[in-house]
């Protein structure tokens, strides 16, 4: 049974939007309240012994900081490595329960419940609730906003769009310049009376922001001169998205709201990562189609509602883990 924490979640965030923004999506499709804090370990020092003390089961405050929270709580949410030895010590003092998002590697992966992706190579434990993307969630008023948003800069011309989204340069590996203009040039041939419209993020070099400018594109944003985000509103407004493969959380918008085709660009200079993984779980189940390697379109959205089940379900079992 869970504990009485009046349906709340303490969410654990450690600045990252990757991160928390996953944790929150989590407790949006489980229905309960939640309060955000930051949580910081004290020193890189204490971070190594943050490891050695899980190994133990040793639960030390001293080790991190954490803002400031109050209420009783049912859960304790978090992503990221620099929450997770945190997430079990609050969770011990205030009688809550543990749930990790993401793999904790480095920490003993007894949590009550851990959500991972299919992609990141989870472990077949009783505790671990697989889902088939990130955590998304998208509230429908803040799509509207953000469509109006999008319009008040590009008004509605009556004709079908083409959204191209584009990464960047990620810790594992660089996008290939000829290759992402190789992608756009067929993109470009595809264009039959339709927009076409393009963003990049603030991981997006340069080089490739150069090649779109001269490019004849609708709507054009980069975010090397403004941080605007558009893609909300590609979502929600395009037929067909072409989306770089670089970013799991921008796929996995991508699938989980709109009705757009989804085409994935292999654009980057290594093949054996996880974000490739995780489209080609995605490919395989018809979700979306790699661009040039087939002619279909793939439009099947994916229901998160069944991991909030799993994970639910999950909860109301007695824990051995700990």
């Keep these: 049974m869970m504990p009485d924490g009046n349906n709340r979640a303490l969410v654990l965030s450690d600045g990252r939007p990757g991160h928390f923004n996953q944790s929150i999506a989590l407790c949006r499709h489980l229905g309960v309240e939640f309060e955000v804090v930051e949580v910081t370990f004290r020193s890189s020092l204490t971070r190594v012994l943050s490891h050695v003390f899980d190994l133990f089961g040793l639960h030390s405050t001293s080790l991190f900081r954490v803002g400031e929270f109050d209420g009783a709580f049912q859960m304790v949410v978090s992503a990221g490595s620099r929450t997770y030895y945190a997430n079990k010590v ?18 003993r992966w007894n949590y009550d419940c851990i959500v991972v992706p299919e992609y990141d190579a989870a472990k077949p434990l009783a505790n671990v609730v697989t889902t088939p993307v990130n955590m998304t969630y998208l509230d429908e008023q803040l799509l509207a906003e953000k469509v109006v948003e999008f319009r008040h800069r590009h008004p509605a011309g009556g004709k079908p769009a083409l959204g191209v989204i584009v990464g960047g340069d990620s810790a594992g590996s660089k996008m290939d310049v000829g290759k992402m203009a190789e992608a756009m040039d067929r993109i ?37 001169e403004e941080s605007y985000n558009p893609i909300p509103a590609f979502v ?6 072409f989306v770089t493969a670089d970013s799991t959380a921008m796929l ?4 989980t709201a709109g009705s757009a085709a989804v085409d994935v660009l292999l654009v980057s200079n290594k093949i054996e990562t996880k974000q490739h993984r995780f489209v080609r779980c995605l ?5 979306v189609t790699v661009l040039g390697e087939s002619e279909s379109l793939s439009r099947v959205k994916v229901d998160l509602s069944q991991v909030a089940v799993a994970v639910l379900e999950r909860l109301a079992k007695p824990s051995s883990q700990r």
Excluded: N
């Design 283 to 287: 490919a395989k189940g018809g979700v």
């Design 252 to 255: 996995s918008e991508c699938v």
């Design 90 to 107: 609050l969770a011990a003092t205030l009688g809550a329960q543990t749930v990790a998002v993401l793999a904790p590697r480095g920490y």
């Design 236 to 241: 929600q407004l395009c037929d067909r998205l």
């Design 188 to 224: 470009e041939a595809m264009r039959t009376g339709g927009e076409l419209w393009v963003t990049t993020s603030r991981r997006t070099p340069t080089e490739i922001e150069t090649d779109l400018r001269r490019r004849s594109i609708d709507f054009l944003h980069l975010y090397s």
